[in-house]
C-alpha cells in the first residue's frame, strides 16, 4: 500500500517533510521520498508497512486534517503509489 501527500509548503527542505511524515505516520511507513521540495508541485511518496486498503485510506484522511507548516496537507492512499492520482 502507497500514500501520497501532496500541497506541501514550497518552503521546505525534503529533510523537514520527511522528519514530519516520520514523526506522523511512525511505524507504518517504511519508505519516504519527497520530489520536488522547495517547488509548488512538491510531493511524497510514502510505502506503507501494511497492505490493507481502509487502513491506508484512513491514514491518509488523518494526514488530511493535518496541517504542515501552515498548509493543509492532501493525501491519498493508492495500491499503486502513481503520482498521475493526485489531486489538487
Given at each position: 500500500?502507497?500514500?501520497l501527500?501532496?500541497?506541501?509548503?514550497?518552503?521546505?527542505?525534503?529533510?523537514?517533510?520527511?522528519?514530519?511524515?516520520?514523526?506522523?505516520?511512525?511505524?507504518?511507513?517504511?519508505?519516504?521520498?519527497?520530489?520536488?521540495?522547495?517547488?509548488?508541485?512538491?510531493?511524497?511518496?510514502?510505502?506503507?508497512?501494511?497492505?490493507?486498503p481502509?487502513?491506508?485510506?484512513?491514514?491518509?484522511?488523518?494526514?488530511?486534517?493535518?496541517?504542515?507548516?501552515?498548509?493543509?496537507?492532501?493525501?491519498?492512499?493508492?495500491?499503486?503509489?502513481?503520482?498521475?492520482?493526485?489531486?489538487?
Amino acid at each position: 500500500m502507497n500514500l501520497l501527500v501532496w500541497n506541501l509548503p514550497q518552503r521546505c527542505a525534503a529533510r523537514d517533510v520527511r522528519r514530519f511524515l516520520e514523526h506522523e505516520l511512525g511505524g507504518y511507513a517504511s519508505d519516504i521520498e519527497i520530489h520536488g521540495a522547495g517547488t509548488t508541485q512538491a510531493y511524497a511518496t510514502v510505502k506503507l508497512s501494511i497492505d490493507e486498503p481502509y487502513i491506508g485510506e484512513a491514514i491518509a484522511q488523518k494526514l488530511c486534517h493535518q496541517r504542515f507548516r501552515d498548509e493543509p496537507l492532501r493525501a491519498r492512499a493508492s495500491a499503486s503509489g502513481d503520482a498521475s492520482i493526485r489531486l489538487h
